[in-house]
């Protein structure tokens, strides 16, 4: 659920013919407009992805990042190699690296960062990432030797993750309000509930590279709000915009560029497995029965996202289609309901986060599932409540979410503590067999089995691939249609001078 706000470039004119041709003043400031409010500007401390967005490759720095097709490449590691047998790998770091505080990126502060990640009292989101990795070596202080228990076929790719970004002992506890990186750009105000601030730092080694001076992201979730801003000029860039209908008012405005690409976000109708009515599977496979994904799709995204029946994003190439293990059959669903004791319905209630696809969502299947016999409460909840609540304690029935963290199937691996509530020993002896093997093929295959394990078991009701419908002003260049991280660079995106 892990992109740009405006930019005044002055056009100056001489004041008399005398001084020559009008001359335009550099454009190196940018308004992005986010639909998530930042509940921290920590990537290791929180999951709220517009954390990522913003500060992921841009303030915070990690040993791998990713281009735009999901290819690994270096960052604070100019290079690395691996043993043949893929358990041990050896980072070897760019030299000269410092914090914006002034501090020296060493091999002991990527050891201090990774060790605090996988602390038992650790809070990283991600926590599961590091857990193939028995020691963390530094012969010398630009080298650092990371050794697993056994082969990770996603190591590297989990490198990439803000999760994964490399803090300094001396600032890590304020990183929540204070950020200190190695990043390309630098805090520089954070106004909570309306905007973050991030300036170049003009000491990093790619300065030169990074054409916007400065950034801003301004916070609006509110899709009458972001189109009017846009359409004033007060916002530059809504890489997701929250109103996908008004795509086409912006494709006839030559201001504006449409640009429509993929995320790894997975929409799902969430169900709390641990508790009644969900533990039992034939009342979780009525509610998949009850659901009509393409009517969802065409009320929430204007018809824009790709229907899913597990969690899984199509884009990938291990991609198996389920959408037909449940269609569209109330009177299957109400046979199911029958069979587990609800002949005469059931009620649940259903928590619905302050985004357009998960409020709209929420309306529309709060509809088809009460076709089907199962009332449904809708209840608005604001997301740091939903953190809380849903996320932490687990106290919900249904709740529609976007997973928008890649690689995520080990959610389902994760226990009955996850706030899924699932526990099958099953799946996570597959998800860990998966996790040990190297080649190619039999990834896509064992990855493919548990695709369906869970969509046999709806553990959740799957609706859509959250799609990434940007608006931006035509003049811009440089930044991602798709999202195959969480991350948005700013490093690349300037003005078409």
Not at 289 to 316: C, E, K, M, V
């Amino acid at each position: 659920m892990r992109r740009w706000s405006q930019l005044f470039a002055a056009t100056v004119f001489s004041a008399s013919l005398a001084f020559g041709p009008a001359i335009a003043q550099p454009r190196d400031t940018l308004v992005v407009g986010l639909q998530q409010e930042p509940t921290s500007l920590d990537p290791t401390a929180d999951a709220t992805a517009s954390i990522d967005t913003i500060m992921s490759g841009n303030v915070f720095e990690t040993l791998t990042t990713s281009t735009e097709r999901g290819e690994v490449k270096p960052l604070l590691a100019k290079s690395w190699d691996v043993t043949p047998d893929g358990k041990a790998y050896t980072f070897h770091l760019n030299e000269g690296v410092k914090f914006t505080d002034g501090e020296a990126l060493d091999s002991s502060v990527v050891k201090f960062a990774f060790d605090r990640a996988m602390a038992p009292d650790s809070v990283n989101p991600s926590k599961g990432i590091f857990s193939a990795i028995s020691a963390i070596e530094t012969p010398d202080p630009l080298t650092v030797v990371i050794r697993l228990k056994e082969p990770d076929a996603y190591f590297l790719n989990s490198m990439t993750m803000g999760d994964a970004a490399i803090v300094h002992p001396k600032t890590a506890a304020g990183n929540k309000t204070n950020p200190v990186g190695t990043g390309v750009y630098k805090l520089k105000q954070w106004s909570k509930g309306d905007r973050v601030v991030l300036e170049r730092n003009p000491a990093h080694r790619d300065a030169a590279r990074a054409a916007l001076r400065e950034v801003t992201f301004r916070v609006m979730p509110d899709p009458t709000a972001a189109t009017a801003a846009l359409m004033s000029g007060d916002v530059d860039a809504f890489p997701t915009i929250p109103a996908p209908e008004t795509v086409e008012q912006f494709r006839k405005d030559p201001r504006f560029k449409v640009v429509v690409g993929t995320t790894e976000g997975e929409v799902i109708l969430a169900l709390n497995n641990g508790k009644k009515p969900f533990n039992d599977l034939r009342v979780r496979q009525a509610i998949s029965y009850a659901l009509n994904r393409q009517d969802i799709i065409d009320g929430a995204q204007a018809g824009l996202a790709t229907p899913i029946g597990s969690h899984f994003p199509p884009h990938n190439p291990a991609y198996v289609d389920l959408t037909g293990r449940y269609p569209h059959d109330v009177a299957k669903a109400k046979a199911l309901l029958k069979e587990a004791g609800y002949a005469n319905g059931l009620e649940v209630s259903l928590q619905a986060i302050p985004f357009p696809y998960a409020r709209r969502s929420a309306e529309i299947i709060a509809q088809q599932l009460g076709e089907a016999g199962i009332n449904v409460k809708l209840i608005n909840v604001e997301f740091p409540f939903w953190l809380a609540e849903v996320y932490k304690k687990k106290n919900y029935d249904m709740t529609i979410i976007a997973h928008t963290a890649p690689r995520d199937l080990g959610n389902y691996a994760n226990g009955p503590e996850y706030f899924y509530g699932y526990d099958s020993p099953k799946f996570r002896e597959m998800f860990a067999d998966f996790r040990r093997t190297v080649d190619p093929a039999e990834q896509k295959k064992k990855l493919g089995d548990l695709q369906r394990f869970i969509a046999d078991e709806a553990v959740h009701g799957f609706l859509f691939q959250l799609p990434q419908v940007g608006v931006y002003k035509a003049d811009l260049k440089g930044y991602w249609t798709n999202a195959p991280e969480l991350l948005m660079p700013l490093i690349d995106i300037a003005w078409v001078k």
